[in-house]
């Protein structure tokens, strides 16, 4: 029955996906074009300071990228921000442009950690917050918000309380800004997310709530970390939905972990990022899972990304 079901995804897949410029997956999707920044999140506003933020930005010789970055979260006007730079002991300019980043909601500091994982829990740490509906977030320092993002995520909680943590569409960029894709999301779907690593982490938000129940990031990971809490999140029954507007930029470009991973399947090698995920594939669906499940699963969220940017195309948003 699965095999059937799987020459049918494929059928599907070759028909849908294979000539379609719009694929989950697949980075460097058309020639370098402008970012259009008017295609953020939209929604009614909320009330000037009624949702509290903390953003951490791990950063590690980043500069060419982290003025970007940060502020992209500066400028998204938001009074309750609160935002923390864990940067690794840089040797290159970073230092330098977070010193000339004077910002109320700012706070930094500059020394050698123990990877990512550990930068992102540094940063949370020293902007610490009580109040369990606070929303939180991580982008990384190559990565930027879209404008309006933060405003669209406050409305979306308040409106939706039983909602504890939501991811949305991503754009990708190059080395300079310029745009190269656009991954559309399906819907969420939990039984996918236990086979496939597709959100993307830029546009993901949570409530303190979830992030204090599950214990924040496993420091096991350096790679698949966010795909982790994702799961630990579902596990522990939080909702988690996706939202149809697009929240953040994805930067691909030579100097960052997912670049190195996919040369790296290309070129038939398994590196730190793919023992991560077989260790997490393992752990939720056991040591002898069937590994058709991957291909149903793969080709089902590519499938409907690609149904669903057709709509969007169509000017129909769900």
Not at 85 to 104: F, H, K, T
Not at 267 to 296: F, K, V
Request: net charge neutral.
């Amino acid at each position: 029955m699965l095999d059937r079901l799987i020459g049918v995804e494929e059928a599907l897949w070759k028909w849908l996906v294979s000539g379609y410029w719009m694929q989950i997956q697949t980075f460097a999707q058309y020639a370098p074009t402008g970012l259009d920044p008017s295609i953020g999140g939209k929604g009614p506003l909320c009330a000037a300071g009624s949702t509290k933020f903390l953003g951490v930005t791990p950063s590690l010789n980043q500069g060419p990228y982290l003025h970007s970055a940060v502020r992209s979260v500066l400028e998204q006007g938001m009074p309750s921000l609160r935002y923390f730079v864990a940067d690794g002991g840089s040797n290159d300019d970073s230092v330098a442009i977070l010193q000339n980043l004077s910002s109320p909601e700012l706070a930094w500091d500059s020394f050698p950690d123990d990877g990512q994982a550990g930068a992102i829990a540094r940063g949370f740490q020293r902007i610490s917050e009580s109040d369990a509906d606070t929303v939180m977030f991580w982008l990384n320092a190559d990565d930027m918000l879209l404008p309006g993002a933060l405003a669209f995520v406050a409305s979306f909680f308040r409106h939706h309380p039983a909602v504890d943590v939501l991811y949305g569409h991503r754009i990708i960029i190059d080395h300079d800004g310029w745009e190269i894709g656009r991954w559309i999301l399906p819907r969420h779907h939990p039984e996918a997310l236990h086979w496939v690593d597709y959100i993307p982490q830029e546009t993901l938000f949570w409530r303190k709530r979830a992030w204090d129940r599950v214990g924040g990031l496993s420091q096991r990971f350096q790679f698949a970390m966010d795909w982790d809490l994702l799961l630990r999140f579902q596990q522990a029954g939080f909702r988690i939905v996706r939202v149809p507007y697009f929240l953040a930029s994805f930067r691909y470009h030579p100097g960052q972990k997912t670049f190195f991973h996919m040369k790296s399947r290309e070129g038939g090698t398994r590196d730190r990022g793919e023992i991560e995920i077989e260790r997490i594939r393992s752990r939720e669906n056991g040591c002898a899972y069937d590994a058709r499940y991957i291909t149903h699963y793969g080709l089902k969220t590519k499938i409907f990304g690609s149904l669903y940017s057709r709509l969007l195309e169509l000017g129909i948003r769900i």
